[in-house]
């Protein structure tokens, strides 16, 4: 199967419906590809912070409306990144939305870890509690959001639930992209599988953004990269790669569970 990663620039010169347009109308292009995949945020920005309350929208609200439109305009499955959800009962959560070539919503996966120690996302968002995996037709994909990318063990659980490849939209920091590019690797290696981490690019809230959206595939080999431009990655997943690099380097069957935990010798 073939998929697109849209890095997508967020800079305060655009307006959050003008960006929401944009995008859709970028989505469009890509119907020679069976799978759009977005970053982390984009219609408000990762990190602004104080924009979150004003923009928050309900699953059903306005970046749902575009999205499902551009993915059953297009005939793509499409990940649209995250939006600020602000759920039923008030509580804001980190989103990604997930919908299939007839523009219907598969799921909803609130972002489980969340950014920002004692401020910014982590007291303003709630905590999602379940990983989520989505099977499309050619690759099961487990789904995953920047920060997410580094806390391994929910990584192993979605491998564990089946998936082949890992889809992580994300406003990734420029002055920490030495650790996105090593964690997507390390993610991948360790699972033997994809990792699709599609990242904004441009300067928001004064933090600037690493662009540097990659494809890892199963063996650790980035099978593309982008620079810090808006730009579009294309790439051909195949399942029966990550079947091969299993079957060839089995270390996932020799995984040892239930060990003691660790003896003290003070
Ligand atoms: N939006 C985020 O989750 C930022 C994560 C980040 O900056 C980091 O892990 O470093």
Redesign the pocket.
């Given at each position: 199967m073939r998929a697109s990663l849209m890095q997508i620039a967020v800079n305060p010169e655009e307006s959050v419906d003008s960006r929401r347009q944009r995008v859709a109308s970028l989505v469009r292009e890509q119907s020679d590809v069976d799978l759009v995949i977005l970053p982390?945020l984009w219609p408000v920005g990762?990190f602004s912070y104080q924009a979150f309350a004003e923009e928050a929208e309900p699953l059903d609200g306005p970046t749902h409306e575009a999205m499902a439109k551009a993915a059953s305009d297009t005939g793509v499955w499409l990940h649209a990144g995250s939006i600020v959800e602000r759920a039923a009962d008030g509580v804001l959560y980190n989103t990604s939305l997930v919908y299939s070539p007839a523009g219907e919503r598969v799921t909803a996966y609130r972002k489980i870890h969340r950014?920002g120690f004692d401020q910014g996302?982590a007291t303003l968002m709630g905590a999602g509690t379940t990983p989520r995996t989505v099977a499309l037709p050619e690759l099961t994909l487990g789904l995953a959001t920047?920060?997410d990318l580094?806390f391994p063990e929910l990584f192993r659980q979605l491998t564990d639930a089946g998936a082949q490849g890992f889809v992580v939209p994300?406003?990734?920091?420029a002055r920490?992209r030495g650790?996105w590019t090593l964690l997507a690797r390390a993610r991948a290696v360790e699972n033997q599988a994809y990792v699709l981490a599609c990242s904004t690019t441009g300067t928001h809230a004064g933090v600037e953004q690493a662009g540097h959206s990659l494809v890892v595939d199963p063996w650790g080999e980035v099978l593309a990269e982008a620079g810090t431009a808006e730009e579009v990655l294309t790439v051909e997943l195949d399942a029966a790669k990550v079947t091969a690099t299993r079957e060839q380097f089995p270390a996932l069957k020799d995984r040892v569970l239930g060990v003691e935990p660790p003896r003290s010798a003070s």
């Open positions: 982390e990762a950014f996302e920047c920060y580094r994300a406003g990734w920091p920490r650790h």
